[in-house]
């Protein structure tokens, strides 16, 4: 059973950045396509990246420019790198993984991951 954990969340003020990282408890994540998703209070889980395991990565149009997600070398770790912070962007942020070949992009829907992480606090505030 594959598990996640996030790191890296906390208080940043409006235009700042933040590292979120997402690691395995011993099980490379080569082998997943990776998600990362956001939850406010009050609102819908939403999609903010999405990952296949060759690279390819997609963001919804609120993020594009802002965020961007990668992989570590060793395969141990996905990054999401968030820039330019808006109050908006306050959520719980999770990341999410489903096992397909190389080329499989599951997209932004939180229906098409199977292992899901606890999340970790962003807050964006003056």
């Known amino acids: 059973q594959l598990q996640l954990k996030e790191s890296g969340g906390g208080l940043v003020q409006p235009g700042g950045s933040l590292r979120l990282s997402c690691t395995s408890s011993?099980?490379?994540?080569?082998?997943?396509?990776i998600g990362w998703f956001r939850q406010a209070p009050g609102k819908e889980r939403e999609g903010v990246s999405s990952m296949s395991r060759s690279g390819s990565v997609e963001y919804p149009d609120s993020v594009r420019g802002r965020f961007t997600a990668a992989r570590d070398r060793a395969g141990n770790t996905i990054y999401l790198q968030m820039n330019n912070l808006k109050p908006e962007d306050t959520a719980v942020y999770y990341c999410a993984a489903v096992q397909g070949d190389r080329q499989y992009f599951p997209g932004l829907g939180v229906h098409e991951y199977d292992y899901w992480g606890q999340g970790t606090q962003v807050t964006v505030s003056s």
């Open positions: 011993g099980v490379t994540l080569d082998y997943y396509a």
